[in-house]
């Protein structure tokens, strides 16, 4: 079956480049949360998407951090001059409704060199 | 200022015996509470929840208890088989889900 699909699952990129990172979430899920784990943390939040409500972007970590979600499904986040400190595994998980168990994609591991 | 805490970053258990998971939380306004479970270089998977009106849902083998005066829940794993081993993370949704750090299982053989 389809679950959340997050591309690519690894990237590697220089310090003060712009990332992409994807996520398809599961067909009909309207809510959609970003999250990222750093070496031996928990999972952060990031941001979260519901329907056509505007995004909690409470926990984004910077104004380099932003993130959009076209036409309620695919959603991408963007990381501009990436830092060091953004190497981490960045997860997006989607859920039926808000709060309701979220079904995790495999991640997207980044790396800035 | 971590909402949900999880204290002991790691737990060891004889294969066969009971695991408990803790987790604390500080924010009175939770109303539900969810665990995970996340193999490496996979996505956490969902095992567990429990409304804040209840105070025990059980799932074959896992268990979750919620005291609300202490504001502490607990994931019973009884009995621990190998494939338990895995990082278990406990979350708590206000009005989005926010996680702990985790607790790495080990079942021992």
């Known amino acids: 079956g389809a679950g959340v699909s997050q591309s690519p699952s690894n990237k590697v990129t220089e310090k003060g480049k712009d990332v992409e990172l994807r996520c398809d979430p599961i067909?009909?899920?309207?809510?959609l949360y970003w999250y990222r784990q750093s070496l031996g943390q928990g999972l952060e939040f990031l941001i979260y998407?519901?329907?056509?409500?505007?995004?909690?972007k409470s926990g984004l970590p910077s104004d380099r951090f932003s993130a959009e979600r076209t036409g309620g499904s695919v959603s991408t986040l963007t990381i501009q001059r990436t830092q060091q400190e953004d190497s981490a595994v960045y997860l997006c998980?989607?859920?039926?409704?808000?709060?309701?168990?979220?079904?995790f994609g495999n991640g997207t591991r980044l790396t800035v060199t | 200022d971590q909402q949900v805490k999880q204290n002991s970053p790691s737990l060891s258990v004889q294969e066969g015996r009971i695991s408990i998971l803790n987790c604390d939380y500080t924010?009175?306004?939770?109303?539900?509470f969810l665990w995970y479970k996340k193999y490496p270089a996979e996505g956490p998977t969902f095992l567990i929840s429990?409304?804040?009106?209840?105070d025990k849902n059980e799932d074959g083998r896992f268990t979750v208890f919620l005291n609300k005066s202490a504001k502490h829940l607990s994931l019973h794993i009884v009995p621990s088989q190998p494939g338990d081993s895995a990082v278990y993370f406990c979350?708590?949704?206000?009005?989005?889900?926010?996680f702990g750090k985790g607790t790495r299982l080990h079942i021992l053989p």
């Open positions: 429990i409304s804040s009106i209840k």
């Open positions: 979350a708590a949704r206000d009005d989005k889900i926010i």
């Open positions: 998980a989607s859920s039926l409704d808000l709060g309701r168990a979220l079904h």
């Open positions: 998407f519901q329907g056509n409500s505007a995004p909690d």
């Open positions: 067909s009909g899920h309207t809510a």
């Open positions: 924010n009175s306004m939770f109303d539900y």
